[in-house]
Structure formats: C-alpha cells, structure tokens
C-alpha cells in the first residue's frame, strides 16, 4: 500500500480561539489550538512510519494540483476568491470555523495534488491501494463554498478524475459528519455513486444546509444516518447491509475513500463510539471490495487515539493484524437503535426518490 504524502500540507495555520472558533475570547485564559491543525497530521504520519505496520507501506511524495484540476470540481469563481483569501498576511475567517492563512494556498494545492498523485498511482496499475494523507481536509467543501475545515474537495477531485478517465466510481465516507460536500458536487452526475455514513447532525449554517438525511438519498446518492452513540456493530452492520452491497450493486469499478476518524469514542467533534477495532473491520471491509481505491484524509481530532485508529485502519486495508493493543476503548457497544437507523437509510424514500 503506498501513503502520499507532502510537507506543505503543515503550512496551513488555522490557529488559536475557543476550540473550532478564532478569536479572542476574554474569559478564556488559554485559547486552543484549533482543531484541525498541523499536529493532527504529523501525529498520523509518525503513526503510520513507526508502528508496526510500517513495513506494509510505501511513503511517496505528493504534488500540488494546478488551477485547471482545482476548477474540476469548483467553480473558477470559487477557486479565485480562495486564493485571494490566502494573499494577505494575516488569517481570514471563511465561515464560522474555517480559517485560512498565509500559507494556506499551498497546502489546499498540495493537499488536491497529493490526492490525485495517489490516483494516478491506482490508475496506472502500480498499487490497488493508496492513501492521500493529507490537510486541508475536503469531504464538505462544495461547488462554490467552504465549510466544516474543508476548502477543496479532495475526494470529489479523486473521483472527478477518474470518471472522466471512464470509471465508475463510488466514493464511501465513514468521517462522523455527514460528506455534503461531495453530494453536491455529484448530485447530478449518475456515474457516481456517493455514499456517507455519519451521524444523524442535519444542517448546521449557511454554508451547510443538506440534513444528511435519507430524504436527500437518491439514485447516486446514499445517506446513512446512525443514531448518536452509535459504535462498532452499528458501523459493520451500515457497511455490510446498506453501503457496500449499493457500492456492488452500482457496479463501481473505481472507490474513493473519505477516511475520518471523528466517529471514535474519544473524539471531541463527534458522538460515536467506534474503537480501533471498528476502524480495523472498516479498512477490511473497503478493501475486500477488490476495486482500485484511493483514500482521502478527513476528520480526527483526538490526535493519538485517532492516529491509533488509522494505524487499525491501515492494518485492516493490508490484511494484517491486530498488530496494535488498544489502551483506551471500553465505552459500551449498544445497538439498540441500529435496526430502525438501517431501516430509514433504505426505505421507500430511498428506493424511489421521485
């Protein structure tokens, strides 16, 4: 398996406030770093490069994307006011928790080209499995706006660049939060199949107003919502009853993986319960699909039990292990709610959208 990766991605600076909010907050004595920052992602590289699945992988070196690939999957409109954005010298504040910098429009391109150098690594045959570990994470930027952290679109780049080559490709997104960003970037594209599996959040402002809901579900188009709590089985069962059997059934030939770790039960931004063996089962589960699959670097903001989780996910993805014990796990797995969550994803709505 080959790891992308580019130093540039540690330029975007999004700074200090309270939590995912810049700012000065007077009551506050120490601010926060915010969330999405570049610790998190030099963390998961140690990870990766000293755990005891290294062995299993091939570190590469990104590339940063050019304008035309950018406009892929983005309006140039959108595209021009970003980089204005990152011109000046001191951060600028996007939407309410996303902030850009100086050294802000490097990462975004190193992050997009890092991403499609990992597909073109798939395409030509000289690896079935590559992960683009990348920042800025992508997963809700759409057409014409930023949202959530995400400025460019990633995974939908990936995906938009291998159906042009003529794949059928699905993009499967386990982040905790709901990947509105790639439905609107697919909503009117029948060639891809874009399937989120998240908890239930609905729309959270003006530069996120899909719910995540089943009724937003259509032909190209699968949520799956999971109850807050929702842990290891639930995850399983989402998989193997609702997304990986619509993944065969839309008979991709090409998958993008939305890889998040916000979904775990030490995460701060979310309100699952997965543990590294739920993220082990998920890697095996994507990779016993057979397809050439690229994997794009979204959420996780506890930063060592998500780089622990990633490390279970790698493993499952190779087909090892466990290789790794995990210290931290013991919140209780309920599925209570797990039947009626699966039933909702798949119900009349779903299978006739008109």
Known sequence: MELYWHDACLEHDTGTGLWELPGDWAWLDTPEPHPE???????????????????????????????????????????????????????????????VGPGSWDAIRAAAGTALAAYESVAAGRTRLAYALVRPPGHHAQRSLPDGYCLVNNAALVAETARRAGRRVAVLDWDVHHGNGTQDVFQDTEDVLTVSIHMRHGPWGANHVQTGGPEESGPANLNVELSLGAGDTAYRRALDEVALPAVEAFGADFLVCASGFDGSAFDPNGRHNLTAAGYRDIGRRAAGLGLPTVLTQEGGYLRGYAALCLHALVEGLVGVGPLLDDPLAYVPDDTQLVDRDLARATGPAVRDPA
């Open 37 to 99: 920052n570049a610790a998190r992602l030099r963390t998961f590289r140690h990870a990766l490069a000293h755990g005891p699945v290294a062995p299993h992988l091939t570190w590469r070196e990104g590339r940063f994307a050019t304008q035309e690939e950018l406009t892929r999957v983005h309006t140039p409109e959108y595209i021009a006011a970003l980089h204005k954005a990152c011109g000046g010298t001191e951060r600028v504040l996007l939407e309410t928790n996303t902030v």
